[in-house]
């Protein structure tokens, strides 16, 4: 059994809420049916199915049910919306540029290396040092490319950082894209229970959710596809039966679906509630300040950018964040060094780098993410151990 007890790494993945494990147990227990069959087990699941669809669309503001199709979680929604977006312009002689962030989670950069092969340019666009990108800048590489950009793909909030474009930025960036033939998509994964989506009145034409990332279950996730303007026919990344729509095969994962709509409600109404948002908010916010005060030459990453409400990514000066890591896995504290998916390459972050710190400073780096879950307790038993934990370290690396 673990010691851990304390956990502060919601970005990595989220507690499912017992609300959605209640959900759940329907369609494991009682509606096994296929959604694809013409009788009454298959019906109920279908029904299921299709009320875990509409609660997605209301989460992300979607015109239409019809606009959400289901996938096995954040990766895959993201690969589906590269695959419809640059499958649909494969062997033309325009459109051959892809434009995406320097700082973007490695589903989106490694899948786009992997259209390199195809043909397709990548080009990265740079970050600020507090992790934004200046909307001029995008704007004016749209300009730039012209009809030899196929897709523009950007995330909402990054992970590591909590880096948060202003709605009204993407708003624009959206436009211009429309007016240019540029295909828009939204890594949202770090979004839902965090700020509202509202994707028809943004205008974005793709966006990609995983369930675990707002205490549903992992396994499950969805792809936004705006209908106007969508490819007809749909280039899929998993061939198969004509589930979804024709837009992805294979039977669709209804217990995970139905736990990712009582999710999707649940994180809807944290998002309404200024109260539990602003909870959320001081908590983040008094962990932050106090490790600042308490250890000396401490940072906050993106500190000076708009950020979600429930992150914070600290240099840490001469304290090697795996070691710290560790050690506060050691004494019950979840932490993390960057992305959980970077965390075998043990690589110095990607995200980091690209912001300008060195890689002893990104080495020095750990972020911790709250939840609409994370007590009060949890935050200042954070606070006895972590500034304790930094000082042996570094007291250690002096000898
Ligand atoms: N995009 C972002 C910003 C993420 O944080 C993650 C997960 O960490 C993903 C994509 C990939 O999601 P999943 O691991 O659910 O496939």
């Not at 740079?126 to 995008?138: A, Q």
């Not at 030459?297 to 992150?311: E, H, I, L, Q």
Request: charged fraction near 25%; include cysteine; aromatic fraction near 4%.
């Amino acid at each position: 059994m673990s010691v851990t007890s304390l956990y502060l790494d919601n970005n990595a993945t989220t507690a499912v809420d017992a609300r959605v494990v209640e959900a759940m147990l329907v369609p494991l227990r009682e509606s096994y049916g296929n959604p694809s069959s013409a009788h009454g087990f298959g019906e109920e699941a279908a029904r299921l199915l299709e009320s875990a669809r509409a609660s997605v669309a209301r989460l992300v503001g979607a015109r239409s049910p019809a606009e959400i199709v289901f996938t096995s979680g954040g990766t895959e929604s993201i690969n589906t919306a590269f695959q419809a977006a640059l499958g649909s312009v494969a062997g033309k002689a325009s459109r051959r540029v892809a434009l995406t962030g320097a700082t973007e989670h490695s589903a989106v950069l490694r899948a786009l290396e992997g259209w390199q092969e195809r043909g397709i340019e990548l080009l990265l666009l740079p970050v600020e040092p507090d992790g934004t990108i200046r909307v001029e800048h995008v704007l004016e590489r749209l300009t730039q490319l012209g009809d030899d950009l196929a897709l523009l793909s950007l995330h909402w909030a990054n992970n590591e950082t909590g880096v948060l474009w202003p709605r009204a930025a993407l708003a624009e960036i959206a436009a211009a894209c429309r007016a240019r033939g540029v295909r828009f998509h939204v890594d949202a994964v770090q979004v839902p229970g965090k700020e509202e989506l509202r994707l028809d009145e943004l205008g974005v034409d793709l966006a990609s959710l995983s369930a675990h990332k707002f205490h549903g279950p992992k396994g499950v996730g969805a792809l936004y596809v705006r209908a106007a303007g969508a490819p007809e026919p749909f280039p899929r990344l998993i061939a198969g039966g004509p589930q979804e729509r024709e837009r992805r095969g294979g039977t669709q994962n209804v217990p995970g679906i139905v736990g990712m709509g009582r999710a999707a409600e649940l994180a809807a109404q944290h998002v309404a509630d200024d109260e539990a948002r602003g909870r959320v908010r001081g908590l983040r916010d008094r962990l932050e300040e106090g490790l600042l005060d308490a250890i000396p030459r401490a940072r906050v990453n993106g500190g000076g950018a708009p950020r979600v409400d429930n992150t914070s990514n600290l240099v840490l000066p001469d304290v090697d964040g795996e070691l710290l890591l560790m050690t506060l896995a050691a004494e019950g504290v979840a932490v993390s060094t960057g992305s959980a998916c970077n965390a075998e390459t043990r690589a110095p972050s990607h995200v980091l780098r690209a912001m300008g710190l060195a890689d002893e400073e990104a080495a020095s780096s750990i972020r911790l993410s709250l939840s609409r879950m994370t007590t009060a307790a949890e935050v200042e038993g954070a606070l006895e151990v972590i500034p304790r934990v930094v000082a042996e370290l570094r007291a250690l690396a002096a000898v």
